[in-house]
């Protein structure tokens, strides 16, 4: 592809998540740990109306719902990328997964 003047695929891919790996870096491989006594006994005090009205239980979060927000928030407001190429980023990413098996067979195969 050099040859021809274009880019490779593989490598604007690559850049992009890298750039994508180093802005989220910090928060991906560090091991956070909050302690958070306050919280927890200001939770237990809550009467019935407070408890509605100010939902401070994580345990009632729907956390696939969470993750699926969070990741349309990276790729909105940390990557820069319009939701209108969502569609596009999927398909190309069920692309790259069928290569990707693809691949792993025929090395296994070999």
């Known amino acids: 592809l050099r040859l021809t003047g274009g880019r490779p695929i593989l490598f604007r ?6 750039s994508s790996l180093s802005r989220l ?3 991906i491989f560090a ?3 909050f302690h958070n006594p306050n919280t927890i006994e ?3 005090k809550l ?3 407070d408890r509605e009205l100010f939902n401070i239980d994580i345990s009632t979060l729907h956390w696939e719902e969470y993750f699926t927000k969070l990741l349309l ?4 407001y940390l990557n820069r990328e319009e939701e209108k190429t969502l569609p596009a980023a999927r398909s190309k990413d069920s692309m ?4 990707h098996i693809i691949w792993q ?3 296994i195969a070999l």
Do not use: S
């Open 73 to 76: 928030g990276v790729r909105r």
């Open 31 to 33: 091991e956070w740990k």
């Open 96 to 99: 790259l997964l069928v290569f």
């Open 47 to 49: 009467n019935q109306t």
């Open 13 to 18: 891919l690559h850049k992009n998540v890298w």
């Open 105 to 107: 067979i025929l090395v």
């Open 42 to 44: 200001l939770a237990r």
């Open 25 to 27: 870096e910090r928060f």
